[in-house]
C-alpha cells in the first residue's frame, strides 16, 4: 500500500520532471516560430473561435449563479449593492481563468494528446525524424504559442461574459434587486487593473500547463488505439491538477 | 538532492537529453541533392534490450554500397527494432553502426560525409492532415533551400517514379494501402537518399499491389543509385527483389547470403520458414 503510493508519487515526479525537460526544449524551438506561423495561427484559431461558444455560455452560467448564490446571501445583511464587486473579482482573479482553462484542457488538451499520441503509435514521430524534422520544434511549440495566446483571450471573454450574466440576475433576481447601473458603479470602483492581470497572469501560465501536458502525454502514448484513449483522459486529469496546484501557487505569489 | 536524482533519474537525464539534442541539430546541407551515391553500412556486435527483454544480441552485418539487401525473419524478432537502429531513432546498449565508415552514434557527421537516409515505415506513416503532395514535399519545404517551383517539379517527378503521377492533391485519407505504401516511397524519395530502409513494405497488402509494389521498388534500383535494405516476413517478395539477404531469428542473424544460397540453405530453421511461408503451415 505505502510503496505503491510511494510508486504513484515517484513517477508523478518523473512525470513533472520531464514535462519540465520538453519545455526546456520548446522554449528553445520557439526561436522558429517565425517558420511555423500559419500552423500557430491555424491553432489559435482551432483553439480559440473553437471553444469560444462554450467558454461563453459556461461563464455566463457562472456569473449568473454567483450572483445569485452571493447575491440572495448578501440580501440577508442588506449588503446587496457590493455583488458588482464580489462578482467581478471573483470572475476576474479566479473563476475566469480557471474555468476557461479547465475548459480548454477537456476539449483540446486531450485532442492534442490524441493527435500526437496516435502520431506515435503509427510511427509518424518517428517518420518526422528521419525526415530531419524535431517533432518538438514541428508539434509542440505551435501549440504551446497558441495556447499561451488564445487562453488569456477567452479568458477575458469569459469574465466580461460573466459579469454580464451577474448583472441581469442582479437586476432581475427580486430578492437581491439591484439596477445594473448600481452593479456596474459598484464593479469599476472596486475592480483594479492589476486585478484582471492578476487573472490574466494565470491563464497564460495554464495555458502553458495545456499544451505541455498535452503534447507530453501524447509522446508517452503506446498500445495502439487502446493507448490513444488512455492517453486523452490522462492528459486531462493531469492537466486539471496541475491546474489547480499551479493556481495555488500563483495566487500565494501574486497576494 | 542526489538522493531525488538517484531515485530518479528520469529527470537529470531528460533534461540533458534535452540539451545535447538542441546541440545536434543538423546544419543545412542540401548542396550534394542531385548525386545520391549507394553507401555501406556496417553493424558491429550490437545489442538491445527492452526492460530485460533481450531483443538484439550480438548482431554483425555488413551491407555493400549500392546493395539491395533484405532481412528477413518471424514477426517478433527484432528487425524493426534492427532498422531503427540504422536510422539512429533507436541508441543501441552496445556496438556501433558505420554508415560508409563514420560511425553513426558518434554524430560527427560533417558536410563532406553526410549522408542521407530515408525510411519508408511498417504503417507508412503519412501525415493525414497534408495532401500527397505536402506529405512528399515536408522535407524540402522544411529544408527551405529550393524555391517552391522546384520543389513542385521534384514532387511531381517522385510521384511519377512510384506510379502516382497526377495525385498530389489527394487527401491522404482517401488513399488506399498500397498507395499509402507508394506516397510513402515518394516522400522518401524526395529526401534523394543514398540509403533507403522499408519496413515490412508488402504488410496487409494483398497479392496484386505487392507484386506491384515489388515493380516499383525494382524501378528504383535502375534508376536512383542507393542502398537499399529492406525487411520482411514475405519471402518470396524478399528473394526476388534482393541481392543478399540475412535471415534473422530470436534477436539473432543465422544466415546470410544470395536469394540462390538462401533457397538453398541445411539451416533447418530456414528450411523451416521457406517451408511454412511456402506450403502452408507446418505438419501439413
Ligand atoms: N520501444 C519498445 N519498447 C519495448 N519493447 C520493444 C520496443 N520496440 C520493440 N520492442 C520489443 O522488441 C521485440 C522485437 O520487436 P520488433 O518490432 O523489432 O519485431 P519485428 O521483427 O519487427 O516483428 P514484426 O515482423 O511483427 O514487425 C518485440 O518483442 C517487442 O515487444
Ligand atoms: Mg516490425
Redesign the interface.
Known amino acids: 500500500m505505502l510503496r505503491a503510493i510511494g510508486k504513484k508519487l ?1 513517477n508523478s ?2 512525470a ?3 514535462i ?3 519545455l ?2 520548446t522554449l ?1 524551438y520557439c526561436k522558429d516560430a517565425p ?1 511555423n506561423l500559419p500552423t500557430i495561427f491555424r491553432q489559435i484559431y482551432d483553439i480559440g473561435v473553437g471553444t469560444l461558444p462554450i467558454a461563453s455560455l459556461m461563464s455566463l452560467f457562472i456569473g449568473m449563479v454567483l450572483a445569485l448564490q452571493t447575491g440572495s446571501q448578501l440580501a440577508k445583511f442588506g449588503t446587496q449593492e457590493a455583488i458588482g464587486a464580489v462578482v467581478g473579482l471573483s470572475m476576474a482573479k479566479e473563476l475566469g481563468p480557471v474555468m476557461t482553462s479547465l475548459l480548454v484542457a477537456g476539449r483540446i488538451g486531450s485532442s492534442m494528446a490524441a493527435e500526437v499520441g496516435a ?1 506515435q503509435v ?3 514521430i ?2 518526422l ?6 517533432p518538438v520544434r ?1 508539434l509542440v511549440m505551435p501549440r504551446l504559442l497558441a495556447c499561451l495566446v488564445s487562453v488569456p483571450l477567452l479568458t477575458i471573454f469569459a469574465v466580461m461574459i460573466g459579469i454580464v450574466g451577474g448583472s441581469v440576475v442582479s437586476d432581475v433576481n427580486p430578492v437581491i434587486n439591484v439596477p445594473m447601473t448600481v452593479y456596474f458603479d459598484n464593479l469599476k470602483n472596486s475592480l483594479e487593473a492589476s486585478e484582471i492581470l492578476n487573472g490574466l497572469v494565470k491563464s497564460f501560465f495554464f495555458g502553458g500547463i495545456i499544451a505541455q501536458v498535452g503534447c507530453y502525454v501524447g509522446f508517452k502514448t503506446s498500445g495502439g488505439a487502446r493507448g490513444i484513449g488512455y492517453s486523452t483522459t490522462r492528459s486531462v486529469v493531469m492537466a486539471f491538477l496541475m491546474i489547480m496546484i499551479a493556481d495555488y501557487f500563483l495566487t500565494r505569489f501574486m497576494l | 538532492m542526489a538522493d531525488i536524482s538517484e531515485q530518479n533519474p528520469g529527470l537529470l537525464k531528460r533534461l540533458s537529453h534535452a540539451f545535447t539534442r538542441m546541440a545536434d541539430e543538423q546544419p543545412v546541407s542540401i548542396a550534394d541533392y542531385e548525386d545520391a551515391t549507394g553507401v555501406s553500412v556496417q553493424i558491429e556486435q550490437l545489442n538491445k534490450s527492452f526492460n530485460g527483454n533481450h531483443v538484439l544480441k550480438d548482431i554483425d552485418l555488413e551491407i555493400k554500397p549500392g546493395e539491395t539487401f533484405s532481412i528477413i525473419g518471424p514477426s517478433g524478432t527484432g528487425k524493426s527494432v534492427l532498422l531503427k537502429h540504422i536510422v539512429n531513432l533507436i541508441k543501441p546498449d552496445s556496438g556501433r553502426v558505420f554508415i560508409d565508415g563514420a560511425d553513426i552514434g558518434k554524430r560527427s557527421i560533417t558536410d563532406s560525409n553526410r549522408f542521407s537516409y530515408s525510411m519508408v515505415f511498417q504503417t507508412s506513416a503519412l501525415f493525414n492532415s497534408l495532401t500527397v503532395g505536402e506529405n512528399v514535399g515536408l522535407w524540402l519545404r522544411e529544408k527551405e533551400v529550393f524555391p517552391e517551383r522546384r520543389i513542385r517539379r521534384i514532387i511531381r517527378e517522385k510521384l511519377r517514379l512510384v506510379g502516382l503521377g497526377g495525385k498530389e492533391n489527394l487527401q491522404t485519407s482517401e488513399l488506399s494501402g498500397g498507395m499509402k505504401k507508394r506516397v510513402a516511397i515518394a516522400r522518401s524519395l524526395a529526401m534523394n537518399p543514398d540509403l533507403i530502409l522499408y519496413d515490412e513494405p508488402t504488410a496487409e497488402l494483398d497479392p496484386v499491389t505487392t507484386d506491384e509494389l515489388a515493380r516499383v521498388i525494382d524501378s528504383l534500383k535502375d534508376m536512383v543509385n542507393l542502398t537499399t535494405i529492406i525487411v520482411s516476413h514475405d519471402l518470396n517478395f524478399a528473394l526476388y527483389l534482393s541481392d543478399r539477404v540475412a535471415m534473422m531469428d530470436k534477436g539473432k542473424i543465422i544466415e546470410v547470403g544470395t536469394p540462390e544460397e538462401i533457397k538453398q540453405s541445411q539451416n533447418p530453421i530456414i528450411r523451416n520458414f521457406i517451408y511454412t511461408t511456402t506450403k502452408g503451415l507446418k505438419g501439413d
Open positions: 515517484l515526479a518523473q513533472s520532471g520531464e519540465l525537460a520538453l526546456v526544449e528553445y517558420r502520431m503509427y510511427e509518424e518517428d517518420a525524424r528521419t525526415l530531419e524534422i524535431n514541428y
